[in-house]
């Protein structure tokens, strides 16, 4: 089975932080995104990635960055944490861009 | 933006009842996809309807299609208290995201 890894299940970091939510897949997959969960909102895309190196904005960019530099692996950044950014940041990947995806755990952020 | 609804938003049952959930969608589809969360965790992968397909079975799960109507429909037969958990539908459009609906939680009594 594919299995993704979000490095942390729960952070807590401080206002104006720089935070860095790692994830990594071990099956080869091309596609990863990042996506963050809020009650009421659903889930919601930040960004995704086709290739190594390469990235696309979501639906909900600002505040955000990413890395892709080797396969496996997919970072999210928050360049400068805020109260606002407090949410569940769910990994995942897929052999193709219209799915299926596998997530991760997911990883409960919160800033104060 | 939010592509699928769900309804209805809460469903409470009891074990060894049907649960059906609804999913409606705004645009043309490539795929539907049904995803399972239980609480706190991650989405698990249930079942994929691409849009030239009605109806699909996995297991004690059915999903139908009506690309006409622009709906799905996830029915759970037997169910039991293992199937508590948040129930998604999310749909792939022309642009090759998938974008979630907000969710139908079920809950079953044992």
């Known amino acids: 089975d594919v299995k993704v890894t979000q490095s942390s299940r729960y952070l807590v970091k401080r206002t104006g932080e720089k935070v860095f939510l790692e994830c990594v897949q071990d099956?080869?997959?091309?596609?990863m995104f990042w996506y963050r969960q809020d009650p009421g909102l659903g889930l919601r895309l930040i960004y995704f990635?086709?290739?190594?190196?390469?990235?696309e904005k979501g639906d909900i960019p600002e505040g955000y960055s990413v890395s892709r530099e080797k396969k496996e692996r997919f970072s999210l950044i928050l360049e400068s944490a805020s109260t606002n950014q407090t949410s569940m940041y769910l990994c995942?990947?897929?052999?193709?861009?219209?799915?299926?995806?596998?997530f991760g755990s997911g990883t409960r952020l919160t800033v104060v | 933006s939010q592509q699928g609804e769900e309804d209805p938003q809460a469903l409470s049952i009891q074990e060894g009842e049907n649960a059906t959930m609804n999913c409606s969608y705004k645009?043309?589809?490539?795929?539907l996809q049904w995803y399972r969360q239980n609480s706190g965790r991650g989405l698990v992968h249930l079942i994929l309807i691409r849009s030239n397909e009605r109806e699909k079975h996995s297991g004690r799960l059915r999903v139908t299609l009506d690309t006409s109507k622009k709906s799905s429909s996830l029915l759970i037969t037997a169910s039991r208290a293992a199937d508590t958990a948040s129930y998604f539908c999310a749909t792939i459009a022309g642009t090759g995201k998938l974008i979630f609906g907000q969710g139908t939680t079920l809950q079953v009594k044992p």
């Open positions: 990635s086709y290739d190594v190196k390469m990235k």
């Open positions: 645009t043309s589809i490539n795929n």
């Open positions: 099956m080869d997959h091309e596609n």
């Open positions: 995942a990947s897929s052999p193709s861009p219209t799915g299926p995806y596998t």
